[in-house]
């Protein structure tokens, strides 16, 4: 439901008048008792302003997302990349490719392999599909603890060296 931004209170989305007309409220910013109707609802009224019926909460953080907006947009923004990331994932098949684990989207990372890195796949969900994809192709999908190892490889004759691996 709307809320007016003068008075504070909650109006409905659809009026019907004395003669019957339904009128629709979706746009309107003050309740029917604030500016009566045909009465240009949308200039300033005379008086204070209520500034926080002008704003709503965000769901998932609670800070200001604004009048029409359900999420802020840092919030807006951890979607679209949880999104990009888990249609990435998809793409690639889903498991990891050296041990073939499977499970929640924050425990698989992409590996790049072949030819050069253009942009990392996490920074850069705002991208395109395609190009998101033509970099995807380019690289390998692994669980974390495989990526971590891929990565400590280099590092084996250090370990040979203080007698971890024999």
């Given at each position: 439901m709307p809320v007016c931004c003068k008075c504070g209170s909650k109006f409905p989305f659809k009026y019907r008048d004395e003669e019957g007309v339904s009128h629709n409220f979706q746009h309107r910013k003050y309740c029917i008792s604030c500016s009566p109707l045909h009465a240009h609802n949308t200039?300033?009224?005379?008086?204070?302003?209520?500034?926080?019926?002008?704003?709503?909460?965000?769901?998932?953080?609670?800070?200001?997302?604004?009048?029409?907006?359900?999420?802020?947009?840092?919030?807006?923004?951890?979607?679209?990349?949880?999104?990009?990331?888990?249609?990435?994932?998809?793409?690639?098949?889903?498991?990891?490719?050296?041990?073939?684990?499977?499970?929640?989207?924050?425990?698989?990372?992409?590996?790049?392999?072949?030819?050069?890195?253009?942009?990392?796949?996490?920074?850069?969900?705002?991208?395109?599909?395609?190009?998101i994809v033509k970099e995807l192709d380019k690289c390998g999908l692994l669980c974390a603890t495989c990526h971590h190892i891929r990565h400590a490889n280099a590092s084996d004759s250090l370990l040979r060296h203080v007698g971890y691996l024999v």
């Open positions: 200039r300033k009224l005379d008086g204070e302003i209520n500034e926080q019926a002008n704003q709503r909460k965000c769901l998932f953080c609670g800070k200001t997302a604004g009048r029409r907006r359900k999420k802020c947009g840092s919030c807006q923004a951890k979607i679209r990349k949880l999104k990009m990331k888990i249609l990435a994932i998809k793409y690639k098949g889903g498991k990891c490719e050296q041990c073939g684990w499977s499970g929640h989207p924050a425990g698989f990372q992409f590996h790049h392999m072949v030819g050069i890195k253009e942009f990392e796949i996490g920074h850069h969900s705002a991208r395109s599909w395609n190009n």
